[in-house]
């Protein structure tokens, strides 16, 4: 089997990605309606009546605005710890019981043959996680709203073979851009998000330790844009002597809609 996954959305304004197999097909956030989130799914070949589960990364709306409409409509059960459903409790509508399911970060479950595997991550929200998805050896990490490269996410994530990595800010436009002073300092900090600079770090470790796509994600249209977070991620490589696109596929996800749908093959024992 191949391990799929597809960006739907990938963006300040919303977050949605498709993650899936022959056996099991899974929505990791729903940051825009439910009826954009469907037509993109449909445009990738994703059936929602499909889906088994939504997975939460963490309570901001750009994650979650869609969740409640999703989960009554298609009966989906929703994933998130006991911190994210603190943090989302009254901003969902009403939810099933049978679909409220707690997680626990570093402890993996499974969906399908999917073995899932939530990780803390630093960002200004309760029980923020990450996550990755195993397959017969094909690993994918969705690894976005991060503050800072740490060590405790940096594991998780490492071994990958396609990696989500959130590139959302260029440094000199954030501090010249119109945001408060204070939303600034709120995204430069170490609950905040990953810089292109950030991501360049990460990615270079991350290829090193085996991934062979990079796919970058949850770009700030105000404080960013696709060409700045690929030339950025481009000179981090070359100066670590990666050759960009022969040694790792770069793509930048789509903020707007679906980036098309993308494959790992499982490496059988």
């Not at 770069?250 to 490496?267: C, E, K, P």
């Amino acid at each position: 089997m191949e391990l799929r996954f597809s960006p739907l959305f990938s963006g300040s304004s919303g977050n949605s990605i498709y993650v899936g197999c022959d056996d099991a097909h899974i929505l990791v956030d729903a940051g825009m309606s439910g009826t954009r989130i469907v037509r993109e799914m449909a445009q990738v070949g994703v059936d929602p009546r499909d889906l088994q589960a939504i997975l939460v990364t963490h309570a901001h709306n750009d994650h979650i605005r869609g969740i409640g409409i999703l989960s009554r409509k298609f009966n989906l059960p929703v994933y998130a710890t006991e911190e994210t459903w603190a943090e989302m409790y009254g901003k969902l509508g009403s939810m099933s019981e049978g679909n409220l399911r707690v997680i626990r970060p570093e402890e993996d479950f499974f969906i399908g043959s999917i073995d899932v595997m939530p990780f803390p991550t630093p960002h200004d929200a309760g029980g923020s996680v990450g996550y990755t998805f195993e397959l017969d050896g094909a690993k994918l990490a969705v690894a976005t709203d991060l503050g800072c490269v740490r060590d405790s996410w940096m594991k998780h994530v490492m071994g990958s073979d396609a990696v989500l990595l959130e590139s959302n800010y260029d440094p000199n436009m954030l501090d010249a851009g119109p945001y408060p002073y204070d939303l600034k300092q709120r995204i430069k900090s170490r609950r905040g998000h990953l810089s292109n600079d950030d991501a360049g770090r990460a990615a270079v470790e991350l290829i090193r330790g085996g991934a062979r796509q990079i796919i970058l994600g949850h770009l700030s249209k105000e404080n960013n844009f696709p060409e700045l977070a690929m030339r950025s991620m481009e000179l981090y490589l070359q100066q670590a002597g990666i050759a960009p696109q022969e040694d790792c596929a770069l793509y930048v996800a789509n903020r707007d809609g679906n980036t098309g749908m993308f494959s790992i093959s499982a490496r059988l024992e």
